[in-house]
């Protein structure tokens, strides 16, 4: 079974300072892929970043890495020089496509606020 | 290109009324997702189609809800009858059929039942 485990709640960062949302995976597939989407309190679903699990190098996109640690079955996202606009629920993700399955499972988010 | 696109975005209705969600998947994918967020249970999978045939339905919460997805650019997601509890943000999304590939959402129908 795949499960998606976010033990971050709330989180508070101060504007301009990275932030690391923890992000733990297990599955026993070989073959999946991790994401990362933000939720803003507007409601929608926004995709941040993604990792394939073949993928040698951490995946960056802009002020987003994701830091994946295979072997531990971590994918924690960095958001470096927070912004007031970062504030936001934010959800990791696996996805796994097998014969008869298809599907992104979801952690339970965390909050987080970015203080001025 | 259009994203996923859900309507109605808002939603009232009383208790035993039939809801009728729309969507329109991006084109070219092939999986469509149907998810329902509350605060209390969190983002749940509904139902997925694969190449427009429902692969899995075991999220759905009972016989009041059915979907369908007569051709590759639309889906709905019908309540009959609903539900205070029924009230929630439904999301439809898309994607290629991938592990890969990313699963873009709608904006989501905000329902409340009252």
């Known amino acids: 079974a795949q499960k998606i485990t976010q033990t971050q709640p709330g989180m508070f960062v101060q504007e301009k300072e990275a932030v690391t949302l923890d992000c733990t995976y297990d599955?026993?597939?070989?073959?999946?892929?991790l994401f990362w989407y933000k939720q803003p309190s507007s409601g929608e679903m926004i995709f941040l970043i993604y990792?394939?699990?073949?993928?040698?190098q951490n995946a960056t996109e802009g002020r987003y890495s994701l830091n994946f640690q295979k072997a531990r079955k971590s994918a924690n996202l960095v958001i470096s020089a927070s912004q007031l606009g970062d504030s936001a629920m934010y959800f990791c993700a696996m996805r796994v496509v097998q014969t008869g399955a298809n599907n992104l499972f979801f952690g339970t988010g965390t909050r987080l606020t970015v203080i001025p | 290109d259009a994203g996923v696109i859900q309507s109605p975005r808002h939603e009232v209705t009383e208790m035993g009324q039939e809801v009728t969600l729309r969507c329109k998947p991006i084109?070219?994918?092939?999986?469509l997702f149907w998810y329902r967020q509350t605060m209390m249970r969190g983002l749940e999978l509904l139902i997925y189609?694969?190449?427009?045939?429902?692969?899995?339905d075991s999220g759905m919460p009972e016989d009041r809800f059915s979907a369908k997805m007569p051709n590759a650019s639309f889906s709905t997601l019908k309540i009959q009858p609903s539900e205070p509890r029924d009230s929630a943000v439904y999301f439809c999304?898309?994607?290629?059929?991938?592990?890969?590939?990313?699963?873009?959402f709608g904006e989501g129908s905000w329902l409340t039942v009252v």
């Open positions: 999304a898309s994607s290629r059929l991938r592990s890969g590939n990313t699963i873009y």
């Open positions: 084109s070219g994918h092939n999986s």
């Open positions: 599955t026993s597939d070989q073959s999946y892929g």
């Open positions: 990792q394939g699990s073949y993928d040698e």
């Open positions: 189609f694969n190449n427009n045939v429902p692969i899995d």
